[in-house]
């Protein structure tokens, strides 16, 4: 009979307080590895979002700020990017295309966006990916509508269906455009990102429908939909815009340029680098977020070093026993390890498991809430590494007993006091 | 495995005393022992039987003095191959709590093994199926533990049927040393008397040396040989 299957029936024997320790540490693992792979999905997603636009450009503004509106469609723009400084810019040589976006209203809780259908041929997210439509077509029409996946799931929207755009971020009634019904002509494929939440229309569909608004209320008078088509509905603004260039070597310079606008206060922003940026300002809270987790495994393991050291005395007279067949003084040592390294073994596969549920519950409402996918990968190296150094901590700690074991088993010898 | 007149327990000049003491706590100057004795050694408590019993068992190393077991000079060897010595060699029953109660009674005897790769080949020998649960099968029944019991917790078991269990474990392997602590203080004058039947037959037939600790006079007639422990005016010494 070898130390260790020794240790896993005098475990089996303590199963009552050793399973509480068990789920102490399971805990404290699903939390450290929960945080971690939140961490990693939020980045993840946060990256994931733009990819291949060189410059995002809107009027002066925080880049974070611009860049949380424009690619997020969080908070609001200070201010709006005249028709003609976009078209300046978007002719320019160095730039091989731009997706305007003009925001500001909104349909039952989803932002709406107008753009132009450079967007279905130039946006990319993740990994230079371009939008793909799981249904019907690219709108073509003022009045036509493609809707983000969420958008059209959440809802419950099909081809065909007509929809009405509030104006502004609320659904007060009052404002809502009901007279210029959108009919959906598309449907996004899914890509986790806040294109899945997003309602999209031409930009002349964004200008017909405020034809008859002038300073975020209506005029006196009222135009119906065919009406509106009459209008010239090239807009006189925008609230941002993407920018491709032809160089990306050419980026800082068009950045600057930009920037140094005399006729228009403008801010140009790197993407990744203001994600970078933004990302930097909320990683604390994860790192806070992982301490506390791992304080929380400190905890765990006194705990458990707490129930170890309430076995030691019942455990003399079984040491004696051992030592009187002839198990040495680190055998005993072995045996206080070994049945910890089991415990915690046991604690970090139950943790795993954990994970594994959480992540499965809580999947759909952190994606609809948060767009975050905790998709239920393999442990990466950091997560291994992390149960990796939970094991290491239990068996420091448990080397404590195994050490005061060691000196009784000395001092007691064989003949043992009862 | 008993050539006649071989020594088997050998002590020279032996003193303990532990660090702090101004009295030896173990003092014997000769004592000898051949292979199928049986001694007992008569000692009231605090009169350093335990510390004896360590010693022999290799856990304590004398002061001064040379222990020898089976031609080998104890105080030669390191701790750990001390331990492996009386793994081996040595066959331990205790007063009490012999036993480990997560194991049945089977795993008990066979436990004895565990740390002795000599025991082990040795209990495979002697049984005609040649393993290790059929050995120690073997011993419990010649010490009227029926197989029904075998298997089960040893909790279940009467405080004689335990005792039984922990000669089984002592003797699976040929030891050639057998040390008893008290082994009957627990048990009442029946069972006391088949348990010392049982304990003679078992190392007789085994051509074990015994050495048995007690403070019951009673027990002595049955020993050839007996020595007395003088009681130490040190009486910390169940504290150490």
């Known amino acids: ?221 009222q135009l119906d939909a065919d009406q509106a088509l009459l209008f010239d509905l090239t807009p006189t603004s925008i609230t941002a815009f993407m920018v491709g260039l032809e160089n990306r070597a050419q980026t800082f310079q068009v950045q600057r340029q930009i920037n140094d606008l005399q006729t228009e206060p403008m801010s140009a922003i790197l993407p990744g680098a203001t994600l970078s940026e933004f990302w930097r300002t909320i990683s604390p809270v994860e790192q806070l977020l992982f301490v506390i987790s791992g304080f929380v495994l400190v905890a765990g393991l006194l705990g458990m070093l707490t129930t170890i050291l309430s076995t030691l005395n019942e455990r003399r007279r079984e040491i004696a026993v051992l030592r009187a067949i002839g198990a040495r003084a680190r055998h005993v040592v072995m045996l206080i390890v070994l049945e910890t390294l089991l415990v915690v073994t046991a604690g970090c596969v139950l943790g795993v498991a954990m994970l594994y549920g959480l992540m499965a519950i809580a999947r759909p409402i952190v994606a609809r809430r948060f767009g975050v996918d905790l998709a239920a990968t393999w442990l990466d190296s950091t997560q291994l590494g992390i149960l990796g150094a939970v094991v290491a901590g239990a068996v420091l700690v448990a080397l404590i007993p195994g050490f005061i074991a060691y000196r009784r088993s000395i001092q007691d010898g064989l003949a043992l006091k009862v | 495995m008993t050539s006649e007149r071989r020594e088997v ?107 002795s790769g000599r025991k082990t080949s040795n209990a495979g020998e002697s049984a005609q199926s040649g393993d290790v649960k059929a050995s120690a099968r073997q011993l419990l029944e010649s010490l009227n533990l029926s197989p029904e019991l075998h298997r089960a917790p040893v909790n279940k078991l009467s405080v004689g049927q335990q005792q039984r269990v922990a000669v089984a474990r002592a003797l699976i392997g040929g030891p050639e040393i057998l040390i008893a602590d008290e082994p009957t203080s627990a048990l009442d004058a029946d069972n006391r008397d088949r348990f010392m039947d049982l304990l003679f037959r078992e190392t007789e037939a085994k051509g074990c040396t015994l050495i048995f600790v007690s403070h019951d006079p009673q027990l002595a007639e049955r020993f050839e040989r007996t020595i007395e422990l003088d009681p130490i005016v040190d009486e910390s010494e169940g504290a150490a």
């Open chain 2, 9 to 115: 327990v050998g002590l020279e000049g032996v003193r303990f005393r532990w660090p702090g003491r101004a009295e030896d706590t173990v003092s014997i100057d000769e004592l000898h022992l051949d292979a199928g004795e049986h001694l007992f050694v008569r000692g009231s408590s605090g009169s350093g039987k335990t510390t004896l019993l360590n010693l022999l068992c290799g856990v304590h190393t004398p002061s001064s003095g040379t222990i020898r077991l089976l031609g080998t000079d104890l105080s030669t060897l390191s701790a750990g191959r001390r331990d492996q010595f009386r793994a081996d060699h040595v066959g331990v029953v205790f007063q009490q709590f012999n036993l480990l109660p997560y194991l049945s009674t089977l795993e008990n005897v066979t436990l004895a093994c565990s740390f």
């Open chain 1, 1 to 221: 009979m070898t130390l260790l299957l020794i240790a896993l029936k005098s475990a089996r024997f303590r199963k009552t307080s050793l399973l509480l320790t068990v789920l102490t540490i399971a805990i404290s693992a699903t939390l450290l590895l929960g945080v971690d792979k939140i961490r990693k999905e939020s980045r993840e997603s946060l990256f994931n979002t733009v990819s291949g636009t060189d410059l995002i450009v809107g009027a002066r503004s925080s880049p974070t700020n611009l860049l949380l509106y424009s690619v997020f469609r969080i908070g609001n723009a200070t201010n709006n990017v005249s028709w003609e400084t976009y078209e300046s810019i978007a002719e320019q040589e160095e730039v091989a295309w731009t997706i305007p976006i003009s925001l500001g209203d909104s349909h039952r809780g989803f932002r709406v966006m107008g753009t132009s259908t450079d967007y279905f041929d130039f946006y990319r997210y993740g990994n230079k990916k371009a939008l793909t439509l799981d249904s019907g077509e690219r709108f073509d029409d003022v009045y036509d509508t493609v809707l983000g996946a969420d958008v059209a799931r959440e809802l419950g929207y099909e081809i065909g269906d007509e929809i009405i755009v509030s104006h502004g971020i609320t659904d007060a009634d009052f404002a809502a455009h009901d007279d210029k019904p959108f009919t959906v002509v598309g449907i996004f494929d899914r890509t986790g990102t806040p294109v899945d939440r997003t309602v999209h229309v031409s930009l002349a569909g964004i200008e017909a429908i405020h034809i008859d608004f002038r300073d975020g209320g209506r005029t006196g008078v």
